[in-house]
């Protein structure tokens, strides 16, 4: 049988495409009415990303609606805390809750030996997705980027500055070292799971790495997602890893050269120039405004088109610059697609 074409897959190795590959991040969410009454079947949030059947469910949902060409596994980079028995909870408008963890005496309450029933159970995700997606649709597996993951799991909750995670950094930086750590090995493991499970494409969501000074940057950001790029590629060379340092700015372009990721995904602050610049050097996805879609209309369609006449020839993916929000309406996100389907067509 000849090897289906995939287009996010073929745009990543190199193949450029007139019309860009075009999924979102948070695809599978609120917004959907579908989804709404899943997550409301499935009990909490965590027990609907542990609930394989459901799990799968809600990924295939913007699929059926959309045609997306990519798939992402419905999870959460909190399932690695989790599963490494740091205790989680996601209440009602509050979003996530953990036991903070503060020092390095503490991080002996992990334990990366106690983590595979839980991935096991993502795992079984990604196989059921591999078996029900159209052949032709790319499946995303991912996590968090050590960096991102600690902020959480130091601060116990989001924070708007991630400042507990970076006290640590600079008070201890040989304590918070060994988190980063630890959490750059189970996260190979991880991802390495998924792929083994069917995942054709990895991406690595570093939501906070825009927190930290050029130096931090390099130490907490560049070299563990460079450390988790050259294992993976070591076990699995053909798979592409997206990298999301969102809120890098000027410091994308040195991301993408010193971690080896095949492809680089921009926050909506990323100016086109730099996006197209970025462009000749690796495979660029993104950004438009996720604010966009609550507006919809002749706003949606110009940006749009602006963006993919500045990204025209270049390897490049169509998304948003951060998830959809859930007070986006469905019918923008459908106007959104097919506009970009559309293209020149
Ligand atoms: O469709 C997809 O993109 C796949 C699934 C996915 C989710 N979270 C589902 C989710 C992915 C890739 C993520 C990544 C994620 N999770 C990130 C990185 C990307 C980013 O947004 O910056 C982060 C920081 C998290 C942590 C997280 N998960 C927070 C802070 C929250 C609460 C805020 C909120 O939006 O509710 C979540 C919950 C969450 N993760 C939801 C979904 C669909 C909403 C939960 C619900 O249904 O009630």
């Known amino acids: 049988m000849p090897k289906p074409v995939r287009k996010l897959l073929a745009t990543l190795e ?75 909870g996601f209440h009602e408008g509050e979003g996530p809750r953990l036991a903070p963890i503060r020092s390095a005496p503490e991080l002996a309450s992990l334990k990366p030996s106690a983590t595979q029933a839980k991935f ?3 795992f079984e995700t990604v196989a059921r997705l591999r078996q029900d997606l159209p052949n032709a649709t790319t499946l995303i597996g991912f996590c968090g ?34 988190l980063i750590d630890l959490l750059t090995d189970v ?8 792929v083994q499970a069917g995942a054709d494409v990895l991406q690595i969501f570093d939501s906070w790495a825009g927190s930290l000074p050029d130096d ?21 060379p053909l798979v592409p890893i997206i990298g999301f340092p969102r809120g890098a700015g000027a410091m994308t372009a040195r991301f993408v050269e010193a971690t080896g990721v095949q492809g680089v995904s921009c926050d909506t602050s990323m100016p086109l120039a730099a996006m197209a610049d970025l462009g000749r050097k690796t495979c660029v996805q993104g950004n438009l405004d996720p604010l ?3 507006a919809g209309g002749e706003p949606l369609e110009e940006r749009t088109r602006e963006i993919l006449e500045r990204m025209e020839g270049k390897r490049f993916v169509f998304n948003l610059g951060h998830g959809i929000v859930p007070e986006a309406p469905p ?12 293209w020149r067509g």
């Open 216 to 236: 931090q940057f390099e130490r907490w950001v560049i070299a563990p997602t460079r450390r988790m790029v050259e294992a993976l590629r070591k076990k699995h």
């Open 187 to 194: 996260s190979v493991d991880y991802l390495s799971g998924q």
């Open 120 to 122: 096991g159970r993502v």
């Open 14 to 88: 190199g193949t450029p495409d007139p019309i860009p590959p075009v999924w979102f991040m948070r695809q599978a969410g609120r917004y959907l009415p579908e989804y709404r009454e899943v997550r409301a079947k499935a009990g909490g949030f965590l027990d609907l990303c542990y609930n394989p059947a459901l799990a799968a469910e809600v990924t295939l949902q913007p699929i059926r609606r959309y045609g997306f060409d990519a798939a992402i596994l419905f999870a959460d980079i909190l399932l690695v805390p989790d599963a490494l028995g740091q205790p989680l």
């Open 145 to 178: 980027a050590p960096w991102t993951v600690a902020t959480y799991m130091v601060a116990g909750s989001g924070s708007s500055d991630q400042a507990d995670a970076r006290a640590w950094a600079y008070g201890d930086p040989g304590g918070f070292g060994q």
């Open 331 to 342: 019918e923008h996100v459908a106007q959104l697609v097919e506009l970009v389907k559309g």
């Open 292 to 294: 966009l879609l609550v």
